[in-house]
């Protein structure tokens, strides 16, 4: 069930306060799992801040070994990390996390959720 694999990703990683999966094409939230109080209005303004920032590595090379475009920006609030498939790129994984997270492992954990949504959905 494709709640399962979101909450498996937030109980794995408890500094991912809010993920959601979206897509970007619309833009629409489809899934989320929150572990922090989050209205429909901030998960659309994370939903909508994936889309733009997403939108800027467009500009850039993919590279053709990695299967999912990445981008993650830090602020006073912590990090928000942003997946999307290269296959699939109106879909997206969209998080907002402590900024004591372990980035590196959690990228490897959200890639392979992503991947499993979008088997899913």
Not at 3 to 26: F, G, N, P, Q
Not at 50 to 59: C, E, F, P, T, Y
Not at 66 to 87: K, M, Q
Not at 97 to 104: E, I, K, N, R
């Amino acid at each position: 069930m494709a709640a399962d694999i979101l909450k498996s990703l937030t109980e794995a990683h408890t500094a991912c306060r809010v993920a959601v999966y979206a897509d970007l094409s619309v833009p629409l939230v489809l899934l989320s799992q929150t572990r922090v109080p989050a209205p429909r209005e901030e998960l659309n303004a994370l939903c909508n801040e994936g889309g733009a920032v997403l939108s800027a590595v467009d500009a850039g090379e993919h590279d053709p070994d990695t299967s999912c475009d990445t981008a993650v920006v830090a602020s006073d609030d912590g990090l928000a990390v942003f997946l999307r498939p290269v296959a699939t790129p109106n879909e997206a994984l969209c998080c907002l996390c402590d900024a004591d997270l372990d980035l590196a492992a959690f990228l490897d954990e959200a890639r392979d959720c992503l991947d499993r949504l979008g088997g899913s959905a």
